[in-house]
């Protein structure tokens, strides 16, 4: 993810980025990355060579964060653990100045939290990407209790200058897209946990309209990071978000994917999973599973608005279509939810009047 970050720094915003890491030979593996992704792009004749020779020579790394002294904007995209984000953020406020922004990259935890025993947690703003970072539009940009309106403006602008569509979230557990991938996710899994055969329970969501389906997103997320997400979620609101004994049993094993292809591409459940992923003997149908994943999505968006984790039902929507290719073509979920009396069904409600983006 870091090195997806210095990438699109380095193309959009032409400024010296360096990055950092706990060894050597990962800073390596980093910048090498970038380089190579810098020579795709002048091999698609995207970039000059004069430019990709420019954009390369401002990407550096060092493992000493003295190297970050001079610099304007940090951003961590370090293990999901409060410690050691806390302990990035403390190690380098003995360099930066006191203006210097720290963002985070931080799929789920509290800004605030994260910001806590800093000198100067006014300047720590979420400044939250999707996969792949090149293609997917999205920022979630999350205020936490001390931030500044300085810090705010500045990772607005950032974000503009990025070319990427930003959305001021509050600071709740897990902002928005990753708030409701996890709960649509939990229930496909708790499906397959129950005892729906992959195949069904992975298509059955299908007319929500992800460009993936969920366990092929979760490779692309990686399931150490969904099952971190979802254990943040669970710690929060534990009625609602439960662990998945096939994905913890996944991270167990360090399997990443779900799904192997076949030469033909047809896909089929990796062996190993459909071994260590235990299953129980009361399946659902696809029309179950679409069921309850639809009433997940309304309860979980009308406990959200409740919350004020955005300004309006129609960010939700910004939110998925931006961060996920959600279902655009139906004006994203939460018209989807009011056309199938879904929310009204759960909420007693719709979320947009009658009209608005209605087909
Ligand atoms: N990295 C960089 N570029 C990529 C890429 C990757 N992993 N995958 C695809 N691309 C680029 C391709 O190079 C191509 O670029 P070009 O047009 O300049 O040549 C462009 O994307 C389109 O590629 P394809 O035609 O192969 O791809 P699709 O049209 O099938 O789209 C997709 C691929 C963009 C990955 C699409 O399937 C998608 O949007 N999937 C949903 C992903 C998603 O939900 N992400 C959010 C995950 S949650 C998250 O990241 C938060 C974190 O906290 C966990």
């Known amino acids: 993810m870091a090195s997806q970050l210095a990438l699109l720094f380095v193309r959009q915003l032409k400024v010296p980025v360096i990055l950092t890491d706990i060894d050597q030979e990962r800073i390596d593996k980093g910048v090498g990355y970038v380089h190579a992704e810098i020579d795709k792009l002048q091999g698609k004749k995207r ?6 020779n420019r954009l390369k020579a401002l990407v550096s790394g060092s493992l000493d964060k003295a190297a970050f002294a001079r610099t304007d904007w940090v951003i961590e995209a370090v293990f999901e653990n409060f ?27 509290s800004i605030t939290r994260m910001a806590a025993d800093l000198k100067h947690p006014e300047r720590v703003v979420g400044f939250h990407f999707f996969n792949p970072v090149a293609v997917l539009p999205l920022l979630e940009i999350v205020r936490g209790d001390k931030t500044d309106d300085v810090t705010l ?17 509050a600071d709740k557990p ?20 129950e005892g729906t055969p992959f195949d069904v329970a992975d298509n059955a969501i299908s007319e929500l309209g992800m460009p993936m389906s969920p366990l092929t997103l979760l490779s692309l997320v990686g399931p150490a990071v969904a099952l971190h997400t979802g254990e943040t979620m669970a710690e929060y609101y534990p009625e609602r978000f439960h662990d998945s004994p096939g994905l913890q049993a996944m991270v167990a094993n360090k399997k990443s994917a779900v799904w192997t292809y076949g030469a033909d591409g047809a896909k089929t459940v990796d062996p190993e999973i459909a071994d260590l992923w235990p ?18 999505f309304a309860e979980e968006i009308d406990i959200m608005l409740q919350e004020g984790v955005v300004a309006a039902a129609q960010d939700i929507d910004l939110c998925l279509i931006l961060g996920g290719g959600f279902g655009f073509w139906n004006g994203g979920i939460v018209p989807y ?6 929310s009204e069904a759960v909420t007693g409600h719709r979320f947009l009047d009658k009209g608005v983006a209605s087909v």
Request: proline content about 3%; glycine content about 4%; cysteine-free.
């Open 153 to 169: 403006a500045t990772a607005f602008a950032t974000a503009k200058s990025l070319k990427k569509s930003a959305v001021l979230i």
């Open 47 to 52: 970039l000059s060579p004069d430019a990709a």
């Open 279 to 296: 299953q129980g003997d009361s399946p659902s149908t696809s029309e179950q599973v679409l069921d309850r994943t639809r009433r997940a």
């Open 337 to 342: 939810l009011d056309r199938t009396g879904t």
């Open 174 to 193: 897990g902002f928005v897209f990753n708030r409701l991938l996890t709960r649509a996710l939990g229930e496909v899994m708790n499906a397959i946990d």
């Open 83 to 109: 410690d050691v984000k806390k302990k990035v953020f403390a190690e380098l406020e003995e360099f930066v100045s006191p203006e210097t922004i720290l963002a985070t990259n931080t799929s789920s935890l």
